[in-house]
């Protein structure tokens, strides 16, 4: 065994959206291989694309992973030693990086409109040959061809030069990948605004932060051939490259993607559903991993303890929510009486049965009446449906045990 540096990892989400149960899934196998390798969980929020970022969405990110227990070692609030990790703080870095391509060759400026490349592509796809993207047209420009198309009033994007070959790395879940350059046009680092496009901005940020490992969605697997470009164009030896995992895709139970009812609902969308954090993290897990004696039942540190990348299935996982909600079921009758209590109470709250915090009165009612229920349930909005004929009137009432439980 050689000497590996400690692991870092790093969840990634740009928040353009509420965080989902692919996110999710993605954050979670991120912390779980991090806490069980005494490594470093690094969260870094993704937010150079102005025209679809909200900052709500940044705040009910963080919310989410700390209400599910994912919590970050570097990142938003916590700081560490290679912030700032909002993206949309780090703009110099990527710009400088930019003009260090541009003067060692690995970059160019590109002064072709959309339109222009749009339709020389079309062209070429009639044609039934040439290049599927951008062709390179751009490359070595002359003095004179430059003056030229500044004098139109053109303003250039700036394109990495793609080596000529093959691009070839090892992915820990899915194997060797060989992808043809051929197939990865000269893509764009830079806008003609000056702003940054995501191919550069994670590329730099996983070299800057020092990652050692990339564990990621399988929707990402396409553009890894152009960050390793970014970290050759760097200069990062091929030997401190991060190793990259891509996690399989997680689909609907029909095999569709995900659609906007159930997988692609935000995670905030099953807490207020009566789903607790223990049944998302155990569920999402087994989208594409088991512990060693493939039990389906686990706590969050049980995962950390066991977690390992080899385990990691390549094939897409299924998204299934009557699953989701037996595990919530069982997690709930797992809970001591008290915390089972403590959670069922914001949604009796809610349905206008108790106050905030209960009154004594009430307080004592659902103390006597939770557990009659907690085996019965697998969602906390079902609580108030079952506990409403209690706690209709909170000053006159109180409960006998025996007939609460003939009642329920
Ligand atoms: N920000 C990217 C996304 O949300 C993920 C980047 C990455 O993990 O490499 O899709
Ligand atoms: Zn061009």
């Not at 979670?28 to 390798?37: I, N, P, V, Y």
């Not at 700081?79 to 993206?87: A, R, V």
């Not at 051929?182 to 496009?197: K, T």
């Not at 969605?217 to 190793?243: C, H, I, K, N």
């Amino acid at each position: 065994m050689t000497d590996q540096p400690p692991v870092r990892v790093r969840f990634a989400p740009s928040p353009s959206g509420d965080l989902h149960v692919g996110n999710i899934r993605t954050a979670l196998f991120d912390w779980a291989f991090a806490r069980h390798t005494g490594g470093v969980f690094v969260l870094r929020i993704e937010d150079t694309d102005q025209s679809r970022v909200l900052p709500a969405y940044i705040e009910s990110a963080l919310d989410t992973l700390r209400w599910l227990g994912l919590d970050w070692d570097e990142g938003p609030e916590t700081g560490g030693p290679y912030g700032p990790y909002l993206q949309s703080e780090r703009l110099g870095l990527y710009n400088d990086w930019v003009v260090k391509f541009l003067e060692s060759g690995h970059a160019y400026y590109c002064y072709c409109t959309t339109d222009e490349v749009a339709a020389r592509r079309a062209a070429a796809r009639s044609g039934g040959s040439g290049p599927s993207g951008y062709d390179g047209r751009c490359r070595n420009l002359t003095p004179d061809q430059t003056a030229a198309y500044q004098e139109e009033g053109r303003r250039p994007v700036v394109r990495l030069r793609m080596p000529d070959g093959a691009t070839t790395f090892t992915d820990l879940v899915r194997g060797e990948i060989t992808i043809e350059n051929e197939h990865v046009p000269d893509f764009v680092l830079q806008r003609a605004d000056g702003s940054p496009l995501y191919t550069l901005a994670v590329a730099v940020d996983d070299v800057l932060m020092k990652m050692t490992h990339i564990v990621r969605g399988d929707d990402l697997l396409s553009s890894t051939p152009r960050q390793l470009a970014v970290y050759r164009a760097m200069g990062v030896p091929e030997s401190e490259f991060p190793v990259f995992a891509h996690l399989p895709f997680v689909l609907g139970l029909e095999g569709e993607k995900l659609g906007k009812r159930y997988g692609a609902a935000s995670i905030s969308f099953y807490r207020d559903e009566g789903f607790l954090p223990e049944a998302i993290c155990n569920y999402l897990a087994l989208l594409g991993w088991s512990p060693g004696d493939n039990r389906e039942s686990f706590t969050l540190a049980e995962m950390a303890a066991e977690f390992d990348l080899a385990r990691v299935n390549k094939n897409p996982a299924r998204f299934d929510v009557q699953k989701l909600e037996s595990i919530n079921g069982d997690k709930i009758r797992e809970l001591d009486p008290a915390e089972f209590v403590r959670r069922i109470t914001p949604f009796l709250h809610q349905a206008g049965l108790v106050g905030d915090p209960p009154s004594a009165a009430q307080a004592e009612v659902v103390d006597v009446a939770a557990p009659l229920i907690q085996g019965r349930i697998s969602k906390l909005t079902e609580a108030p449906g079952m506990l409403g004929f209690l706690l209709v009137d909170e000053t006159e009432f109180t409960v006998d045990p025996e007939d609460a439980a003939k009642f329920l």
